[in-house]
């Protein structure tokens, strides 16, 4: 499967930790030059980044704008593709579950992540070593886009600038799936997990503000970004319903399917 890497230039300490990592697994791979600050065009003063939930650091559109160049190649390229940002450490059993993923039929996304926070997910598949995951809650590190979602996800985008992993959970009709175990953390909390850290790195997100409503906005945009929030919510709760409606109806044709 072909990987795409998100990479700023001057972040060659990055670059190089991610070659010795697709050297190691032999993954045939292409650099996506990651959009910043400086290069995000038209910029701050698109009205897409100021639809979401919250007003967004300019390091969160950038980082969003440098996920919607990636789903542009996937689509380009008209095949899945493993999407990584440029500070996922990879676990040894990836290259096994991306051969029995990439021609597989009906999904449009399989997150490889895990950051320490709950997800909601169905039951394990039978065939295949991962979840339906119905809420997402954090990480756009590492996963798989098919083109069907790499095209869902550009049209979200479109529609409403955002962090670029909640995007990818707010996507609606997005088909995710997640792999248990899971496949890749970052390494900002590889500690966490018990992974050996091969890289100091400090978050690019978090080296601006994030900005508060209360500056720069009327009170008609504040309502604005209030009413997203609850309709946010309420979208995610009703996604979490949807999921566990569909585990419910599972285990009661589970004797039906095993027979």
Known sequence: MHALIINMA???????????QMAHFGFVWERIEAITPETL?????NPVWHRWERPLRVTEMALCAS???AWTQ??????????LEDDAVLAA???????????LAGIDHISLETRGRRKSMGPLRNDL????????RTGSAAYVAWPSGA???????????????ALISATPRLLSWQADPALAVQLDIADHYGVPRALATTSLIDAVRKPVASAGYGA??????RRRRILSQLRIGMRMLRGRRAEVQAARDWPKISL
Do not use: I, Y
């Open 10 to 20: 001057s972040a060659t300490d990055r670059m190089a930790f991610m070659t010795a």
């Open 41 to 45: 065009a038209p910029g701050q003063a």
């Open 67 to 69: 996920h919607m160049a």
């Open 74 to 83: 996937v689509v380009a390229l008209n095949a899945p593709c493993l999407v």
């Open 93 to 103: 059993g990836l290259p096994a579950f991306l051969a029995q993923v990439q021609t």
């Open 129 to 136: 070593p991962m979840r339906r995951l119905w809420q997402d």
């Open 151 to 165: 095209a869902k996800m550009l049209a979200q985008a479109r529609t409403a600038g955002a962090p670029s992993d």
């Open 220 to 225: 008609a945009e504040r309502r604005a970004f």
